[in-house]
């Protein structure tokens, strides 16, 4: 997919960066200068312009992360995210992907999320991934093929959850230097990181961090067990040390809403060195699903609106994964964005939706995305016209139903074949519950974008 101007970009972006290393604050315009000859997409150049605008202000809470990842994080690091992924996922990736979509006929993701392992050192209440086999592994060789092959649909960003991880550590150091061309995230809960982890992150420069953690002290080891906080904090710190990239991964449910919504909570990530926060909401799969633990929708409207103003107002990247579906449009699982391969090597349409009608180790990438229930996906996408409703369990549950019935996609919890009705059915209430609430907001938030568009 690398073309000669894809090469020369890189060089650019190279040059620029050994230019601002000189003095990083000073020096930065000068790459904004040269992303604007190289953008090509509308909103790409919508982008740069906003990021010349947010950097020219020091008092805007945008510009400040910018200048954050420009003093606080190592040169390495720094160079391989903005050609990883600025250059090869952004600028490159996505259009010939876009051309590829149309080439297939099927939905090709931006990233591909992946399962070294489904084992795990912890055991948190109500875990998604605890109805996976935890003796499930995919080899080195297979996770290579994955990104080999996605590579040649423009995939760039690959991201790796578990079970936990950095089981795997070895492995995935290894697949950054073999692939110093992608840019890796993985979701962990962190009690395996040490000092020469941290060490070898910032010297392949290409992986980042999102640490679970989800509160303070009592909040977080009420699912994750006894003193797990006091590992994630000390791992936080050597992070930060060695000038490493990564932020927080927070699950908002019943109980614990009010605490990482909070503006102590997201300070204190700030303060340890967070550049970005993923929250997610708690979804009931599995046997041991603790229903009580599903967020009201009271809940959830509190963080649709405390999100929103924590961006406006904090030097932090914050994404919440279900209430931002305005912003990309409704669901952006099922390959359209992104999808999930387990450990077992089952592809599922998301990390959320345990079903599925191929194993990677029988087919590619390609012909996956191109299988039944991610071809579902692609033509009912999106399940809402409400986008603030986007996900087809917790929001549209009648839409998951009918896919998997109709592709025959058989269940890939080996310790629970969840029946989609039963699952289904947990949902029904919530999700009409939900939807009282998010017409109204969604009818709000479209107005207010007429009323701006029209000044």
Same mark, same amino acid.
């Given at each position: 997919?690398?073309?000669?101007?894809?090469?020369?970009?890189?060089?650019?972006?190279?040059?620029?960066?050994?230019?601002?290393?000189?003095?990083?604050?000073?020096?930065?315009?000068?790459?904004?200068?040269?992303?604007?000859?190289?953008?090509?997409?509308?909103?790409?150049?919508?982008?740069?312009?906003?990021?010349?605008?947010?950097?020219?202000?020091?008092?805007?809470?945008?510009?400040?992360?910018?200048?954050?990842?420009?003093?606080?994080? #190592?040169?390495? $690091?720094?160079?391989?995210?903005?050609?990883?992924?600025? $250059?090869?996922?952004?600028?490159?990736?996505?259009?010939?992907?876009?051309?590829?979509?149309?080439?297939? @006929?099927?939905?090709?993701?931006?990233?591909?999320?992946?399962?070294?392992?489904?084992?795990?050192?912890?055991?948190?209440? !109500?875990?998604?991934?605890?109805?996976?086999?935890?003796?499930?592994?995919?080899?080195?060789?297979?996770?290579?093929?994955?990104?080999?092959?996605?590579?040649?649909? !423009?995939?760039?960003?690959?991201?790796?959850?578990?079970?936990? &991880?950095? $089981?795997?550590?070895?492995?995935?150091?290894?697949?950054?230097?073999? #692939?110093?061309?992608?840019?890796?995230?993985?979701?962990?809960?962190?009690? +395996?990181?040490?000092?020469?982890?941290?060490?070898?992150?910032?010297?392949? !420069?290409? %992986?980042?961090?999102?640490?679970?953690?989800?509160?303070?002290?009592?909040?977080?080891?009420?699912?994750?067990?006894?003193?797990?906080?006091?590992?994630?904090?000390?791992?936080? /710190?050597?992070?930060?040390?060695?000038?490493? !990239?990564?932020?927080?991964?927070?699950?908002?449910?019943?109980?614990?809403?009010?605490?990482?919504?909070?503006?102590?909570?997201?300070?204190?990530?700030?303060?340890?060195? =967070?550049?970005?926060?993923?929250?997610?909401?708690?979804?009931?799969?599995?046997?041991?699903?603790?229903?009580?633990?599903?967020?009201?929708?009271?809940?959830?409207?509190?963080?649709?609106?405390?999100?929103?103003?924590?961006?406006?107002?904090?030097?932090?990247?914050?994404?919440?994964?279900?209430?931002?579906?305005?912003?990309?449009?409704?669901?952006?699982?099922?390959?359209?964005?992104?999808?999930?391969?387990?450990?077992?090597?089952?592809?599922? &349409?998301?990390?959320?939706? #345990?079903?599925?009608?191929?194993?990677?180790?029988? $087919?590619?990438?390609?012909?996956?995305?191109?299988?039944?229930?991610?071809?579902?996906?692609?033509?009912?996408?999106?399940?809402?016209?409400?986008?603030?409703?986007? =996900?087809?369990?917790?929001?549209?549950? @009648? #839409?998951?139903?009918?896919?998997?019935?109709?592709?025959?996609?058989?269940?890939?919890?080996?310790? /629970?074949?969840?029946?989609?009705?039963? %699952?289904? /059915?947990?949902?029904?209430?919530?999700?009409?519950?939900?939807?009282?609430?998010?017409?109204? +907001?969604?009818?709000?938030?479209?107005?207010?974008?007429?009323?701006?568009?029209?000044?």
């Amino acid at each position: 997919m690398k073309g000669a101007k894809q090469f020369l970009s890189a060089a650019m972006v190279n040059q620029g960066i050994r230019y601002i290393e000189k003095d990083p604050i000073e020096n930065f315009p000068k790459l904004i200068n040269w992303a604007e000859k190289i953008v090509i997409q509308d909103n790409h150049k919508k982008a740069v312009k906003n990021f010349r605008k947010w950097y020219e202000d020091e008092d805007n809470n945008w510009g400040q992360l910018m200048r954050r990842v420009l003093t606080e994080i #190592h040169p390495n $690091v720094r160079k391989k995210f903005l050609i990883n992924y600025i $250059v090869n996922s952004g600028i490159y990736g996505l259009p010939y992907a876009a051309k590829l979509k149309e080439k297939y @006929d099927c939905n090709i993701p931006w990233a591909v999320l992946m399962d070294p392992t489904a084992a795990c050192n912890l055991k948190c209440t !109500g875990c998604w991934a605890a109805e996976y086999d935890k003796a499930d592994s995919m080899s080195y060789e297979l996770l290579d093929r994955i990104i080999r092959e996605g590579k040649e649909l !423009g995939i760039y960003m690959y991201i790796f959850s578990g079970g936990e &991880p950095l $089981v795997r550590k070895n492995d995935i150091i290894k697949l950054c230097e073999e #692939h110093d061309d992608c840019m890796f995230l993985a979701f962990t809960n962190a009690t +395996l990181v040490d000092e020469e982890f941290s060490k070898e992150m910032t010297r392949v !420069g290409n %992986l980042l961090l999102a640490i679970s953690v989800e509160g303070f002290e009592e909040e977080n080891d009420m699912r994750r067990g006894e003193g797990t906080y006091q590992k994630v904090m000390k791992a936080m /710190d050597i992070l930060r040390e060695d000038g490493n !990239g990564f932020g927080f991964s927070a699950c908002y449910h019943s109980q614990n809403t009010d605490i990482i919504g909070s503006d102590e909570y997201v300070d204190l990530m700030v303060e340890k060195g =967070c550049l970005f926060g993923w929250y997610f909401t708690y979804m009931p799969l599995g046997k041991d699903a603790v229903p009580e633990l599903l967020v009201t929708p009271e809940q959830r409207e509190f963080m649709y609106h405390k999100i929103r103003a924590m961006r406006q107002e904090k030097p932090i990247f914050l994404i919440d994964f279900w209430n931002d579906g305005e912003y990309v449009d409704g669901c952006i699982a099922g390959g359209r964005n992104y999808l999930h391969i387990n450990a077992n090597g089952d592809v599922e &349409p998301c990390a959320f939706i #345990h079903y599925s009608n191929v194993n990677i180790k029988d $087919v590619s990438l390609l012909e996956a995305l191109q299988s039944p229930l991610f071809m579902q996906y692609r033509d009912r996408q999106p399940f809402n016209d409400n986008h603030l409703r986007p =996900c087809p369990l917790l929001d549209n549950p @009648d #839409h998951l139903k009918e896919m998997v019935l109709k592709t025959g996609a058989e269940s890939t919890q080996p310790e /629970d074949k969840e029946d989609v009705v039963d %699952l289904t /059915d947990k949902c029904q209430d919530v999700a009409k519950e939900w939807a009282v609430i998010a017409d109204r +907001l969604w009818e709000e938030s479209q107005k207010a974008k007429v009323e701006k568009a029209n000044k």
